[in-house]
């Protein structure tokens, strides 16, 4: 018999629970039951199967049982709790609950297996009447692993079929514009990953399996493409992102993504992905084109600067910079928030230590427009009410990790300032030069001043929209009778290696070399039907980069470089492409398929190249490559990876593949 599993520190042996402790008192949550019940029935000894059978009885009390409940068979997030709040608590209980009665259950009395088989059966009727957005990346996936694994669980095969549609609902959502709509999170990718490895470890079901492991492998691709070869972070912009990934506080993600490799949750070709230093390079990705969400990803060796199309929710991190600091225990990161009435961090959110960092939302509507080193960043607040201040924030982690400031080509002796002007303010810190413009900006008061301050140890640009006596703004309501747009504030930023200047003042010389185009239109009360432009571009050389919003209705109008307007893109990058069009090529390799999503990844020194098809209709597939060529009559969704001449598919319904070698 195996020894008894050691308990964690926060187990309360008076609720057989794990116990959260918060300002606000002491908690305990289902989600963290269910997960040591589980735990404690892989271990499966004698002791373990008790304590198991004693926490499985105080996470089944959580459920919500009255059939009168609109959330009937939902589960209470915290034992304390007497009503269902969050309706994603069903989810991450049964995340847990399913596999562990799949894999363990027999260990179980019967009493205890009927029971929680009950459970489970109430939580995925609770589960298909949510039936979440397929838009809502993490949770979609938890739907669809715990109905699926639920469904085949209980021998119920109207509840797998669900789950099994709801994954291609969601594949067909997803690759219809590239990335997931959740895109590029630290936190929430790690939740997609881990149900996608349910899904093709567990399922039943052949073609279930297949679209797990494909829909992992492109998540997985993304996610590699983001990962800063200097620093090991995930480089952003962010959909969502917790703040202790956004400080560094936890591991370099990096670490994350080799345990997946190393538990087999990605495919291990992605091994050579994140070994890749092709540097550097620009990735862009679309979350969703017809709500204008995309993001864009440069990387250099020094730093990785991240820009997104708009804001995802208060949660994002739309434009983020990770960058060397040799000299630094962690990276240099900026963020930026836009923030009213002074809050920051430990202002909120639960903490047994309110000088801890927590999440600190964003309380502003954003549009950015990025390339390479250069970016625009466009805010307005979002709904500010009842303030006394609003600003911008552009966050630089660690003030003892700057070494000059400079206010235009003037260095100073300090590192805090304020100024009514706005001039170029130009931080040199670790391995970079950032230089940052302020644009437009509306006063709503009679003082909107810009001040680089230190807060809580980190060296803040603040960009102040409004700064006075607490009032509500009658002329930002619409629908109003005063409306005449959306407050500005808008900035440019550059990041250079300091490798690549003398000192700050080149670097701070090159940018006087470009010019600026700001202009807004006319003032005008808004009637319900008129346009206010609002265009910023920035030209230097023969490189240029541009934005266009409308403030009245706060839209994003065309983005632009000198290339011409930005487009929304699938998959954009050196090393990989995705488009649904049947045709690819890059760096030599082209693919051929039916006009279907796909993908191709090409690393020609490592003769790695891997083709993903994800079309419903199985499709004839053509590889041709600088080393050879594969073809197959018959191809379903699935992967096709050629690694020095050796070939092999995972894919559903895949042909014998036709090989034939060049000759060197």
């Known amino acids: 018999m195996p020894s008894s599993l050691p308990l964690p520190e926060d187990f309360n042996p008076e609720t057989f629970m794990l116990k959260k402790v918060t300002e606000n008192g002491v ?158 999170s630290p936190t929430y990718t790690n939740v997609c990953i881990k149900a996608l490895k349910q899904l093709a470890d567990y399922s039943t079901s052949e073609e279930t399996r297949a679209r797990a492991r494909t829909a992992a492998a492109k998540l997985g691709l993304s996610a590699a493409l983001h990962l800063h070869r200097g620093t090991g972070r995930w480089a952003g912009p962010h959909s969502r992102a917790y703040h202790p990934s956004v400080l560094c506080e936890t591991p370099p993600e990096r670490e994350l993504f080799e345990t997946w490799l190393s538990i087999g949750s990605l495919p291990e070709w992605l091994r050579e992905v994140i070994d890749e230093p092709a540097l550097p390079f620009q990735i862009t990705e679309t979350a969703s084109s017809d709500r204008q969400s995309s993001l864009t990803t440069y990387q250099t060796a020094e730093y990785a600067l991240g820009v997104a199309s708009k804001e995802y929710s208060g949660q994002s991190d739309v434009l983020m910079l990770h960058y060397n600091c040799p000299k630094a225990d962690k990276p240099g990161v900026l963020y930026t928030r836009y923030l009213t009435n002074e809050k920051w961090l430990g202002d909120f959110y639960h903490a047994t230590d309110r000088t801890k960092s927590r999440n600190i939302l964003d309380e502003g509507q954003f549009y950015g427009v990025q390339q390479g080193s250069k970016a625009i960043g466009l805010y307005t607040p979002g709904n500010p009410g009842l303030i006394h201040s609003a600003k911008l924030c552009l966050i630089l982690l660690g003030e003892e990790k700057v070494e000059e400031v400079y206010l235009g080509e003037q260095k100073l002796e300090r590192k805090t300032f304020e100024s009514d002007k706005s001039e170029w303010v130009i931080l040199v810190s670790g391995e970079v030069y950032i230089a940052i413009k302020p644009l437009s900006r509306t006063n709503l008061g009679k003082t909107a001043p810009m001040r680089l301050v230190e807060r809580q140890g980190d060296l803040v640009l603040e960009l102040y929209n409004y700064l006075g006596e607490e009032k509500s703004f009658w002329e930002l309501g619409w629908p109003g009778f005063f409306f005449q747009g959306k407050p500005q504030c808008g900035f440019y930023l550059e990041v250079a290696a300091r490798k690549d200047y003398p000192d700050a003042l080149a670097f701070a010389q090159t940018l006087q070399q470009g010019s600026f185009k700001d202009a807004t239109d006319e003032a005008v009360t808004f009637n319900g039907s008129q346009e206010r432009r609002w265009s910023v571009q920035y030209e230097r050389g023969n490189e240029r980069l541009g ?85 197959l009559a018959l191809m379903g969704i699935g992967t096709l990876i050629w690694h020095k001449g050796k070939v092999r598919v995972d894919a559903l319904k895949a042909s014998e593949p036709q090989i034939s070698h060049l000759k060197e």
């Open 547 to 631: 934005i266009e919003v409308d403030l009245l209705t706060w839209a994003l109008k065309r983005r632009w470089t000198q290339a011409g307007e930005l487009g929304w893109p699938m998959l954009e990058s050196p090393m990989a492409k995705q488009n649904a069009t049947g045709k690819l090529e890059l760096l030599g390799a082209s693919l051929s398929c039916n006009p279907e999503p796909a993908w191709l990844y090409a690393n020609p020194d490592k003769d790695l190249y891997i083709a993903g098809y994800h079309g419903d209709t199985p499709t004839p597939l053509s590889l041709n490559l600088p080393t050879g060529k594969v073809d």
């Open 27 to 184: 908690f305990h949550e289902s989600r963290a039951g269910a997960r040591l019940a589980a735990s404690l029935v892989e271990n499966g000894s004698a002791e373990d199967l008790e304590l198991a059978e004693k926490v499985m009885g105080v996470v089944l009390s959580c459920q919500e049982t009255d059939k009168a409940d609109l959330h009937y068979g939902n589960f209470y997030w915290m034992l304390e709790d007497s009503f269902v709040q969050d309706l994603n608590a069903v989810e991450f209980c049964l995340e847990h609950l399913i596999p562990m009665m799949l894999k363990h259950g027999a260990k179980l009395k019967n009493e205890t297996q009927v029971k929680v088989k009950e459970a489970i059966r109430l939580g995925l009727s609770e589960i298909a009447k949510l039936d979440v957005l397929v838009a809502y990346t993490n949770i979609c996936l938890l739907d669809i692993v715990n109905t699926c694994l639920g469904g085949e669980l209980l021998q119920d095969k109207k509840i797998a079929e669900r789950g099994y549609q709801k994954l291609r609902d969601w594949m067909t959502f997803t690759d219809s514009n590239g990335t997931a709509f959740e895109y590029n």
